[in-house]
Structure formats: C-alpha cells, structure tokens
C-alpha cells in the first residue's frame, strides 16, 4: 500500500465487506501477485507488469492494464458472471475499466482522486495529452464519477466537460459516507444483489 489513496480503498473495501458487499480488489504487486481472502472479507488479486523495462508511467500502465482485464475476467467468471460494476480509481486503470465494460458488459464507475492538469505543468505535450486522452475515455465511458469535493467535480465540468449530473461528490468525511457510496453504486448498478 502506497500512499493516500491506497489507505481509502483500503477502508472503503473493508466498509464494503462489513455491509454484505461482496467486494473484490484488483491492484499491482510485483512480488505478491496471485489471490487472497483478507480477513475483513475482501478479496484482493495482486497482478505484475508482464513487460518489466518502461520509459515511463503511460507505457507501464497501459501494459499493466492487460494482466488486470484478465485478472478481473478470471473474476467475473469465477463469480458465474455475477459482477454488478467496478470502481476504478484515477485514469491508471481505465483502459481495462472500458474493456470490461464493453466486452461484458459490466458497467463502472470512475472514482478521481486527481487530474493530469494538476498533476503536470504542461499537460499540452504529447504524453500529457496521452493521460489526458484516458481520463477523457473515463469520464465518457463512466456511468457516474465520484469526486471527493466541490472543487474537484467542478473541475472535472470545466476541464473535460463531463455533465455535472453525472458527477456525484461522496465526502469520506461524512458519517453516511458508505451509505452514500452504496447509494451511487446502486444507482450504477440498479441494486446490489450480486456483487
């Protein structure tokens, strides 16, 4: 687990779990990969880059996205196909997101913690438009994106133009923080009898 982000997907799983969510988590690992059942009743299926050398972030996750399109399809069939969505944090994962959505029919919901216009500089050369390009991709496949702020789903309208109807802000700090998570899923999902 690295940084700040982990730490809230690491609770949000847990809290999931703890409401009869059956909850599945696919991250990267290089030395941990393969399945586990945590405690707390999340599942977790570690995955490596199967191409080890990268001259940057954008080559290594878009290679990285193939071993969790297969991992989460090993997944949904392992589950009789009983996926209701993903939840795919920031633009790393999207490409698989898409994938899954359109290949079985699996819709999502795209969580963002951050924008490639904040993050860079200069999001006008060529690899920052890359980024962009997938964050773009996110926000148009997405059934929902979920923000933590005002702030962010204002930015999120003004850079990409995404509706503002269709960005929900979920505040962690809320005490009805999970029931409002679950609240976007359902509406995502039309209920949450599967998983």
Do not use: C
Not at 76 to 103: E, M
Not at 143 to 163: A, C, G, L, N
């Amino acid at each position: 687990m690295v940084g700040q982000l982990a730490d809230y997907i690491n609770a949000l799983s847990i809290q999931l779990a703890k409401n009869n969510v059956e909850t599945y988590v696919v991250t990267y690992s290089d030395s941990l990969t393969g399945a586990v059942e945590e405690a707390s009743g999340v599942k977790i299926m570690r995955v490596a880059n199967p191409v080890r050398t990268h001259i940057g972030v954008l080559t290594w996750d878009l290679t990285l996205n193939q071993e969790v399109e297969r991992a989460a399809a090993s997944i949904y069939y392992q589950a009789d196909k009983q996926i209701d969505l993903i939840d795919v944090y920031d633009w790393h994962f999207i490409p698989a997101a898409v994938t899954l959505k359109n290949a079985l029919n699996i819709p999502f919901v795209y969580s963002v913690e951050s924008l490639e216009d904040h993050r860079s500089p200069n999001t006008s050369t060529p690899y920052n438009m890359s980024i962009k390009s997938i964050e773009w991709v996110g926000f148009y496949e997405a059934e929902k994106v979920s923000v933590k702020s005002d702030w962010m789903r204002d930015e999120i309208v003004r850079i990409h133009s995404v509706p503002e109807e269709k960005v929900k802000v979920v505040l962690p700090s809320a005490g009805s923080w999970i029931k409002d998570v679950l609240e976007l899923y359902k509406t995502v999902a039309g209920g949450l009898n599967r998983k």
